[in-house]
């Protein structure tokens, strides 16, 4: 594994991080807005090129933004509002008027999509696989935890625990779920539906199914959302409480978050920083596993 990878070879997800899209996305949800368009979709057609915004250069912004544009329709609530499926509120409570709360949904999802692929060319290099893996010896974790979505369980080729015991705890809980008369994790890699949803353990050890013996996944173009995001990762909004009436209630956190386990997070700290920072977010940096 290498663990300080060339900057030569992550050079094109350096180049990403050097042009975040939120500013250019910010920029056109105003044109939007004061403009005779309709529809977003109507904008993108009619933007100049190159346009340089927030200290970058976009050459040929229509088509960098047109794979977000289903994110960028959110600006269309404010012309023609409709029923939404969620509700953001400050971390004091009180519900975020429709302009910011749209802002902060827009940012939300728009960085969830931009740094799944930045994560995929920095990560690629360092021939990491943390992130499969479960610890090792002499960690103080007895397992690792993947969450899984819904649909996503059959995808591993692993037993699966849905019992009403799993369902009325979580793999943290002391004392541990029993199972087979010792803790759950003794009994090697499994799913279990746990009280907070799907999880993969692997236990100390423990690799998943999926790690080939090059360290590559073998099923990289279907894995699952949570190791599309693994080492940076928006935390614009946190879901908070079960859904209501089909609206979910999210709070603003206005944070990227970037784990400093993985190598090229240590390479590229200030990267980093600054790519946050210029989408008006606060980088935090936090260990994972010990």
């Known amino acids: 594994m290498k663990t300080l990878p060339h900057f030569d070879d992550l050079a094109a997800g350096r180049a990403l991080l050097a042009r975040p899209l939120l500013p250019l996305a910010r920029l056109v949800g105003f044109l939007y807005l004061t403009g005779p368009f309709d529809l977003v979709a109507e904008l993108l057609p009619e933007l100049p090129s190159p346009i340089e915004t927030g200290g970058a250069n976009y050459e040929n912004p229509a088509a960098l933004l047109h794979p977000y544009l289903p994110v960028l329709a959110e600006f269309e ?31 939300h999802h728009l960085l969830i999509q931009e740094l799944e692929t930045i994560n ?19 960690m103080n974790q007895e397992f690792f935890e993947i969450p899984l979505a819904n649909g996503e369980c059959q995808r591993f080729p692993l037993p699966i625990i849905d019992s009403k015991t799993s369902r009325a705890t979580t793999p943290y809980q002391e004392p541990a779920m029993q199972r087979d008369g010792s803790p759950f994790y003794d009994a090697g890699p499994a799913i279990y539906h746990w009280q907070h ?21 073998r099923i990289y173009p279907d894995r699952p959302l949570v190791c599309r995001r693994p080492q940076l990762f928006s935390y614009v909004l946190e879901a908070v409480g079960n859904p209501a009436e089909g609206i979910t209630t ?6 990227l978050l970037a784990v400093w386990d993985c190598p090229y997070v240590k390479v590229l700290r200030d990267e980093i920083a600054a790519f946050a920072e210029t989408c008006e977010l606060t980088p935090v940096f936090r260990q994972n596993k010990a």
């Open 77 to 107: 609530q404010l012309k023609h509002p409709t029923a939404r499926i969620y509700r953001i509120i400050a971390e004091s409570g009180e519900e975020l008027p429709a302009m910011e709360a749209i802002d902060l949904w827009l940012s």
């Open 120 to 138: 995929s060319l920095l990560c690629a290099p360092c021939g990491c696989s943390l992130c499969c893996l479960g610890p090792e010896n002499g």
């Open 197 to 217: 949803g799907w999880g993969l353990i692997l236990p100390q050890g423990a690799t998943c199914p999926h790690l080939d013996p090059s360290r590559r996944c």
């Open 250 to 255: 999210y709070q603003a956190r206005r944070t």
